[in-house]
């Protein structure tokens, strides 16, 4: 009984905690400060004879065996949370009608309260056919979930995959923090070889190697979210619950850290290169334009969350109004490109520049490739 209740409480934190992340997030500036996603330093070649119709141009892509309309899968946000339930119908709502894919946010509240199933289940209901992946953390998987409870965190969603998050900056900064990432790839290949859906492995905000990469390939993962830095801070929201707490001691942890991790593009680079697995881009992925640069640098989708998050709480209209915009801001990418499919768009050429460049160069990746594409 005494378990049970201190059960409940845990429980009742988790959700709490996710209302405060939602709350920061829209509120405060969230995003990394010094720190670049690199996006900055990729550029394409502009195309004055495109040979192409801009409204001809087919964004579709196939991934994980399943038809995207365009290369967008929505990064995981909520669940759980009141607020949550509205978000997570806004954005399954849109990715339906637009033929995209979402992941949820963690799923550990509703596994340690079924109460709170419906906040995740709502996807599936609202979107039958778009392609949906669960979430669970790293740290859970570690210490106390079995496969039991991945399998139904898939079946709560219906999920077309599950998504394992990797976080071990905000766990080891935020004060109820679960630092627990001993035996954690030996997990990943546990689930990978029982679950009958594919495992993507995704970072938070920090970026994934090269080297964590080929591990994650050599246990059989389906595919790396890269996360990486330049977009939202998870060092930086847990300043702020820390700073609100009056917590100085967590409050200057945190801010050591809020520019910690390896930029987007240099994280796509480093896992594109490396592994021969599908590759989600995300991590400050702010518009269609980023979206291109991320493919044709050799993702095979792209994904964001803090740009949808205000949408989200207003409605799905809204949801939809601003990924259209990412969409058209692509498809402008790539008539300007003359690369009338995805598959043209990695074929095109583009040159990385400046401190992205000498950083990808110091760690032994070819740059002189992309850059001479197509001649
Ligand atoms: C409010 C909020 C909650 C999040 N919760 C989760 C989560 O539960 N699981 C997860 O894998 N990522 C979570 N993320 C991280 C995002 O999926 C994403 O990796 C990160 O925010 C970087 O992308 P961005 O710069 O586009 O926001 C969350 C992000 C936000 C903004």
Redesign the pocket.
């Known amino acids: 009984m005494g378990q049970e209740l201190g059960g409940k409480r845990e429980n009742r934190r988790v959700v709490e905690r996710?209302a405060d992340?939602?709350r920061i997030?829209i509120n405060k500036d969230?995003?990394a400060r010094r720190i670049t996603t690199g996006f900055e330093d990729v550029f394409f070649i502009h195309r004055a004879l495109p040979e192409l119709n801009l409204e001809d141009i087919d964004l579709s892509v196939e991934v994980f065996g399943h038809k995207f309309s365009a290369p967008i899968m929505i990064?995981?946000?909520?669940?759980g949370a009141q607020e949550a339930l509205k978000i997570n119908a806004s954005i399954a709502e849109a990715v339906e009608e637009l033929g995209l894919g979402m992941?949820v946010?963690?799923q550990r509240a509703a596994l340690e309260n079924p109460d709170l199933g419906r906040t995740y289940s709502i996807v599936r209901k609202k979107a039958p056919n778009a392609f949906l992946a669960a979430?669970i953390?790293a740290p859970q998987i570690t210490r106390s979930y079995t496969m039991r409870e991945l399998q139904k965190a898939v079946e709560m969603i219906e999920a077309d995959a599950l998504?394992i998050?990797l976080?071990p900056l905000q766990e080891a900064i935020q004060p109820e923090g679960e630092a627990y990432y001993m035996g954690v790839l030996e997990k990943i290949k546990e689930a990978a070889e029982s679950l009958d859906v594919p495992i993507i492995v995704?970072?938070?905000?920090a970026g994934i190697s090269a080297e964590d990469a080929r591990k994650l390939e050599s246990v059989g993962v389906a595919g790396i979210?890269v996360?990486g830095a330049?977009?939202?801070s998870?060092a930086a929201v847990e300043c702020y619950r820390a700073s609100e707490r009056g917590d100085y001691f967590a409050e200057h942890v945190g801010r050591e850290f809020w520019d910690w991790g390896i930029p987007t593009v240099v994280s796509i680079v480093e896992v594109t290169q490396s592994v021969n697995i599908s590759v989600i881009a995300?991590?400050?992925?702010?518009s269609g334009l980023d979206i291109a640069k991320a493919i044709s640098l050799g993702a095979d989708l792209s994904?964001?969350?803090?740009?949808i998050?205000e949408p989200a709480v207003k409605g799905s209209d809204k949801v939809k109004e601003k990924i259209k915009m990412f969409i058209q801001q692509l498809r402008t990418s790539m008539f300007l490109v003359g690369a009338g499919s995805t598959k043209r768009l990695r074929e095109t050429p583009l040159v990385v520049l400046g401190k992205t460049a000498e950083w990808l160069r110091l760690r032994g990746f070819d740059l002189e490739s992309y850059a001479r594409r197509g001649r």
Do not use: M, Y
Not at 75 to 79: C, D, F, L, R
Not at 282 to 286: A, D, E, I, K, L
């Open positions: 996710k992340h939602i997030c969230v995003q990064s995981s946000i909520t669940g992941g946010g963690s979430n953390g998504i998050h976080n995704k970072e938070t905000g979210d996360a330049g977009g939202t998870w995300s991590g400050g992925v702010r994904g964001f969350a803090l740009p998050l």
